[in-house]
């Protein structure tokens, strides 16, 4: 009677098991826009992300995280600059969500579907494409996402009367650790 | 007697001009202050109507939802990423499912995420001001460049010593960019400080060079008042007067260096 109950026991629970949520972590990332005027080439770089992905039934949603005074160009004035343009202390966090299928997490190019929140807007990019790169159980992850400012309705700010471009692509770098 | 009276005679003219133009100078600031005052108040009062009036406002990621991307995806098709750029301002997500990630997960804390509409009023007041110092800045170029230029007629002509001309246009010009500095440094001084982080890159240099042409601004008009006496009462420049020239080339250089700083480094690849 006692066998019984058990197996059938294991039998329930076992495949109930085999779904378990599987979590993903961010170890190291390196965030970097890059913006264009006839004058300068600026590239502002984060190391600050935060991420984190959970896979349930076969689909991983991802979630990345960063807090937009953490970039940094390598001129305070600059910086701070940008965190008035990008309403940096109404809106302090850039998050990025993404659901990818579990089984396409080995593949070595992703083709991510992103929503970007940044600046007190949302902007979907269809089909980023991401290589990804596995070492042992470090998932090294890099690409760039093809935002621009409009996609936030932020007014580019100018430089002697010149406005920057409106394209301000971010790329990403980052290794994922599932856990 | 004579040489006193022709030194208080000069030092009157440079001292009129100077509060002619700081007077006028300070008016329009006061004024102009006074409106950043009002706009950075506004824009504080803009920015913190409730939450209700903010249709805008990225909700934390806990409220960004799969629902929505899953709609999203089944509107989607195979185009370019460029063609799929769909911003969608103002919307906001519906409340994410159980087990997908939030901001909480992450590690950060409701203060971290929490928008600072007073900061941010202050972050555009900052930039308003310093856009003003700005342009008040670049403009003072041009009375600097043209003292620097007018102070090669400012020595007394040995052909016709009684014609000071020359020399009141260079005192004029030089009170103008003396009053026109003063107007861009109070727009940098009274722009609210909103980090304590130490400078990093070109506004470095750009603030090191403040301690040369800060007193260089104010001992330029001094010295020259003692040379613009001396020559008046037919003596040759001397003494300390005589480092006018000097210090007031030291301080349009440090003046445009500090300009340059400001905008270093600049890439012409473009051009």
Redo the contacts between chains.
Sequence with gaps: MKRRSLLVFMLLTLPALSQA?RTWTLDQSTLTYHM?H????VDGVSHAA?????C?SGEC???L?V?VKTF???????D??M???T???????V?V?L?LPESSLASPTLDC?L?V??A??????????FTQVIDGTAHHITGTV?S?L????IEPPS?FTVPIKNEIPVRVDAVWHPS | MALCRQFSVGWARVVINALALMTLSGTSLALAAQAIGQSGSELATKADPGPAALPDAPMPAVLAGREREASTRETSDSSSVQDKQQPKPGEQSPPAPPGAPSLADLGLTPEQIRGDNKEQALLDKRTQMLKIHQRLGLITVIPVAAACISSAGAPPDRNNPGSTTSRDVHVALGGVAVGMYAATAIYAIRAPKVSNEPARGGIKLHKYLIYIHAPGMILTPILGAMAFNQANSGEKVHGIASAHSAVAWATAGSYVAAIVAVSWPIHLKHF
């Design positions: 949520d264009s006839p004058l300068h080439e935060k991420g984190k992905g959970v349930h949603d991802f979630l995280a807090a940094n160009s390598g001129d305070t004035n600059r701070l600059h965190l008035q343009v309403r940096g202390a109404q809106f302090p966090i998050s969500r659901r579907d929503e929140q940044f007190g807007n949302t902007a979907h990019y269809s089909h980023v494409p093809p621009t409009s996609d936030f309705k430089f």
